[in-house]
């Protein structure tokens, strides 16, 4: 438990980094699971209109800081290149 007043505070912005971080992760993660479940079920159309959401989603949080951009752009890498070897 925090004891001073700065030490209060800092806790109370932690809690709300977390909270808007797990916003940006969770909407990330619904993207890519769409795309990746319209994949498994051979809808190519969803797949391909769910990927720039996805990417868009996945850019924020890189921009955001709440993944790595090494990360995000490995994301991106594979759930496009899963995305055009499907409709191939």
């Known amino acids: 438990m925090a004891n001073h007043k700065q030490a209060e505070k800092r806790n109370r912005q932690r809690l709300k980094r977390r909270?808007?971080?797990?916003?940006?992760?969770?909407?990330?993660?619904?993207?890519?699971?769409?795309?990746?479940?319209?994949l498994d079920g051979s809808d190519n159309d969803a797949?391909?209109?769910?990927?720039?959401v996805a990417v868009r989603s996945i850019d924020r949080a890189?921009?955001?800081?709440?993944?790595?951009?090494?990360?995000?752009?490995?994301?991106?890498?594979?759930?496009?290149?899963?995305v055009g070897t499907s409709a191939a």
């Open 47 to 52: 797949a391909k209109a769910g990927l720039p």
């Open 19 to 38: 909270q808007r971080n797990l916003m940006y992760l969770s909407a990330m993660r619904t993207h890519i699971k769409r795309v990746r479940k319209a």
């Open 62 to 82: 890189a921009s955001k800081g709440v993944i790595h951009r090494n990360t995000a752009a490995r994301y991106i890498s594979r759930l496009t290149k899963a």
